[in-house]
């Protein structure tokens, strides 16, 4: 994959170093400019994930980046034993904790600190995992996955959403032109970390997707490896089992 890109070109800090410190500069208006930058289709996206996830009738679920809890909120209502959101941002966590204990999901759904590539979970402890939007930050792609790997139980199912890159006009020359142009100039506005949203489209465009991502996920023990391409291929959904 090369070298990984970063948030802060000029630091020297670690990839994912980079990745916290971004989440916790941007934390206190993501939410907002999450649904304002996706004119409010990720949260389309976020229900397709959750009736695959209804599919599987798992009862523990684990959200890997689960930042704020969107997914892990939206998941609440398929009414499973537990819910564990984990994420390297305290900044994302604390805003997080606060959405949950308004909606009273605090008995269900655990927000915790944690970094995927070392997690504080015992072996084939989750029915499901669950990713959105985070897979493309981790510094360590093989090493996450083979981790998910681990704490996830035998025949239990992971389920990635992600951002992709259209391959047919005119959908990529809009995709193109929004991600690099408009999407920078928004978060600047917006935003008290301009980086954040120069970071975003960069990542987007160094992630392996499609077919090389689901040659990566069965590279480190995950079989049954598909693709839902969403919203003319803006992103995907991957789908795999252990």
């Known amino acids: 994959m090369g070298t990984p890109v970063k948030p802060y070109k000029e630091s020297d800090k670690s990839k994912k170093d980079q990745v916290a410190e971004m989440f916790d500069n941007i934390s206190g208006n993501y939410d907002f400019l999450n649904h304002f930058l996706s004119m409010g289709i990720d ?3 976020r229900k397709k994930v959750v009736k695959l996830i209804k599919q599987t009738g798992a009862q523990k679920i684990l959200d890997i980046a689960t930042g704020t809890g969107d997914l892990a909120i939206a998941m609440a209502e398929l009414k499973p034993e537990k819910i564990v959101g984990l994420d390297l941002s305290n900044g994302m966590l604390e805003v997080g904790k606060a959405k949950i204990k308004e909606k009273k999901l605090d008995g269900l759904i655990d927000m915790i600190q ?3 590539e070392n997690m504080p979970f015992d072996d084939n402890t989750f029915d499901a995992i669950t990713i959105s939007f985070g897979i493309r930050n981790f510094e360590n792609l093989s090493k996450c996955l083979v981790e998910i790997n681990r704490v ?3 025949g239990g199912d992971l389920v990635i959403l992600e951002l992709s890159q259209p391959t047919k006009n005119p959908m ?3 995709y193109q032109f929004y991600s690099t142009k408009i999407l920078p100039m928004l978060g600047k506005l917006i ?3 301009s980086s954040a949203y120069t970071y975003l489209p960069e990542s987007v465009a160094a992630f392996p997707y499609g077919d090389e991502f689901l040659s990566i996920l069965l590279k480190n023990g995950f079989k049954n490896a598909s693709a839902n391409v969403l919203t003319f291929g803006i992103s995907t959904i991957y789908i795999s089992s252990k």
């Open 114 to 116: 944690g970094d995927s």
């Open 191 to 193: 935003s008290s970390d």
């Open 152 to 154: 996830l139980k035998p």
């Open 172 to 174: 990529k020359s809009l």
């Open 43 to 45: 949260i389309i996206w």
